[in-house]
């Protein structure tokens, strides 16, 4: 049974900082692709970030240049550094992990900005 658990949200204040993680484990098979998604209140799930097996990043236009993705593949673990936050940034923050084909989604975090 694959499990994906997020950790390190919170409350900050507009301009600061907060990093979080998402650990996968249970799976037998290699993690393709992880992926940060947020969801505030009135709006679509958005992916924010994306990583793939090899590196390779994505990013969503409003977070280009203030959050960093970066994942750990010996410890199935991905990361979110987000820097600069905005009170636009203020949602419930998801983590999936992708295994041949399947994506395998965390309980979400969330992150609060005050202005």
């Known amino acids: 049974q694959v499990q994906v658990v997020e950790s390190g949200g919170g409350l900050v204040q507009a301009g600061g900082s907060l990093r979080l993680s998402c650990a996968a484990s249970?799976?037998?098979?290699?993690?393709?692709?992880m992926n940060w998604y947020r969801q505030s209140p009135g709006k679509q799930r958005e992916s924010v970030a994306t990583?793939?097996?090899?590196?390779?990043?994505n990013y969503v236009g409003s977070v280009k240049g203030r959050f960093t993705i970066s994942r750990d593949n010996a410890k199935n673990t991905v990361y979110l550094q987000m820097n600069s936050l905005k009170p636009e940034d203020t949602a419930v923050y998801y983590c999936a992990a992708w295994i041949s084909g399947r994506g395998y989604w965390g309980q979400g975090t969330q992150v609060t900005v005050s202005s």
């Open positions: 990583i793939n097996s090899g590196g390779r990043t």
């Open positions: 249970g799976s037998s098979s290699s993690i393709n692709a």
